[in-house]
Nanobody, 120 residues
């Protein structure tokens, strides 16, 4: 099994910054991609950013130019640098990974989420 643990959430003022991290642990053979999703109250979960093992990235239009996703493959960790935060960025942010445990096929995993609140 693969476990994902997020950290770095908190309360920040509009225009501020936060850096989220997500560490994957367990018996991991490979991780193809890791990403961040978010879910605001009353809204569906949406993908924020994704990065493959080769470094290719994708961003939601709403965060493009403000957020940067990166990863450290050696540490099985993905980061989300969030700048110029807006109140509409307020949500629970979830880490996601497409990973293959040792001896098993690839599947999708979720972390339990970290709260990001952007408010004055």
């Amino acid at each position: 099994q693969v476990q994902l643990v997020e950290s770095g959430g908190g309360l920040v003022q509009p225009g501020g910054s936060l850096r989220l991290s997500c560490a994957a642990s367990g018996s991991i053979f490979s991780i193809y991609a890791m990403g961040w999703y978010r879910q605001a109250p009353g809204k569906q979960r949406e993908r924020v950013a994704r990065i493959t093992s080769g470094g290719s990235t994708n961003y939601a239009d709403s965060v493009k130019g403000r957020f940067t996703i990166s990863r450290d493959n050696a540490k099985n960790t993905v980061y989300l640098q969030m700048n110029s935060l807006k109140p509409e960025d307020t949500a629970v942010y979830y880490c996601n990974a497409d990973a293959a445990p040792t001896g098993a096929t690839m599947r999708n995993y979720w972390g339990q989420g970290t709260q990001v609140t952007v408010s004055s």
